[in-house]
């Protein structure tokens, strides 16, 4: 038999335990003692709190009661009144002299109005992009126009606005129409 036979070769024995480890584990108990003696002075030591504790709840010089309070008793009377004096009567002036007053409010005159108010809302290179935006406008109930401008520094520009307005108010409530359409970019200027 020259080859190996694995089949038949049997199970390898098991080794035994070196005798190195046994001085490891010896040391290894005293260390649980060191875990358990802190448990074992603490619970002694509650336990010695407890027993000088016990017999103080019997001691009279530290629990005292309280003196009763004793309230005067009210004389009574005939009247039921409890002596005490008469309600006094009110008296309001204001009720009678209400209907003789009058209020005084200075308004300022309404002076020639301001320069009028414009709302700028896009400004395109392309006249189809400046109707398409003038037709959204439209779809909120807002009127709006495309002003051509020409420059020779900037060239032909398609601006969409709204307008003109006698005040700032109008146009910021338009504005407000419009962002809540989605259209955010209006801005409000003079008229020019």
Known sequence: MSQRDYANRGRPKKKKPSTRNKPARAAAKPAAWLKIA????LIAGFGYFLYQISGS???PSIATKPDP????SKPKSN?????LPPKPQENWDYLDQLPQKSVEVDLPEKTEPGRPYQMQCGSFRNSDDAQ???ATIAFQGLEAEVKRTESQKNGIWYR???GPYDSK???ERDRHKLQRAGMNGCQIWYWT
Do not use: C, E, K
Request: charged letters at 25%; aromatic letters at 0%; zero cysteines.
């Open 132 to 134: 398409a935006m003038r």
């Open 169 to 171: 108010r109008q146009a």
């Open 79 to 83: 009247a039921g009144s409890d002596n």
């Open 160 to 162: 969409v606005r709204l």
């Open 69 to 72: 309070i004793v309230l005067p």
């Open 57 to 59: 709840a019997d001691d």
């Open 38 to 41: 802190p448990a074992v002075v």
